[in-house]
């Protein structure tokens, strides 16, 4: 009796982790990594626009595959933000060195370990003028920003960060990437809190085994902090190393 779900348990960990590992493997490998950060593009990428010339205020998540072998599997991200009328983007990262939480120690579109960073998510106009100042508060307020605080897995890590953020900001209600490993670390043990965007919640046991069920993220399980999961709101699927595969991209 016990043969028949231990084979589709393993033809569902062949389909839903192994072979998206590989192929992110693959890829990574074909896109190559710098030796070490020192030799890495960290300078703008030409993402983003000028600020003077957005004149309405406007607030974003951008996320970028880390650096060398991690980036099979994670993205970084980082929260840009600027007031209505500001000359300038606003850069708050989290980093494993030092006093974790940075303020504009990067370009607001820097490359992250030489890749080429993506919008996540962003809100803009008078939504995001109200929104600004709660994000403030909440950077104020995140719980790990104690020097040393930082652990690269399960977490908290630079995804923690931005997820608690956008969690703790009323308004904000983003979907967070997939492959932002520790986005769902929640602290040691067994935890629960509102979806990033809002439309639903995530349970999670030390960042490493969870669940998350929302409108705008759909169904994720989350394996050693890597999410596997399906999205009907964008008909998508997540997968480890690959992140989010919507039709609605291909279509576009």
Do not use: C
């Not at 009796?1 to 998206?20: E, H, N, T, Y």
């Not at 607030?59 to 009328?85: D, N, Y």
């Not at 929104?131 to 605080?149: C, F, K, N, V």
């Not at 769902?184 to 809002?198: F, K, R, T």
């Amino acid at each position: 009796m016990l043969r028949l779900p231990l084979r589709w348990f393993l033809r569902f960990v062949l389909v839903a982790v192994v072979i998206p590992v590989l192929l992110g493997a693959a890829i990574s490998y074909a896109r190559g990594w710098p030796e070490s950060w020192r030799n890495a593009r960290w300078e703008s990428s030409g993402l983003l626009p000028q600020a003077s010339e957005v004149p309405e205020a406007r607030v974003m998540v951008i996320a970028a595959r880390t650096g060398r072998w991690k980036s099979i599997f994670a993205e970084h991200t980082a929260i840009v933000l600027k007031p209505e009328g500001a000359s300038d983007w606003t850069r708050y990262d989290v980093v494993g060195w030092g006093n974790p939480v940075r303020r504009n120690a990067y370009a607001a579109d820097a490359h992250w370990y030489g890749n080429r960073p993506y919008i996540a998510g962003e809100v803009s106009g008078a939504r995001a003028a109200a929104l600004i100042p709660r994000i403030e508060a909440a950077i104020a307020a995140y719980p790990h920003q104690r020097r040393g605080s930082y652990t690269v897995w399960p977490g908290p890590n630079s995804n923690t960060f931005v997820a608690w953020v956008v969690r703790n900001s009323e308004g904000f209600g983003i979907e967070m990437p997939p492959a932002a490993v520790g986005k769902d670390y929640l602290g040691m043990g067994i935890g629960a809190a509102p979806a990033a965007s809002g439309t639903g919640i995530v349970v999670s046991i030390a960042g490493v085994l969870g669940l998350t069920l929302a409108l705008r993220e759909g169904l994720e399980l989350n394996l050693l902090g890597s999410s596997i999961g399906v999205d009907p709101d964008d008909l998508a699927i997540k997968l480890p190393a690959l992140g989010k595969l919507s039709l609605l991209d291909l279509a576009g």
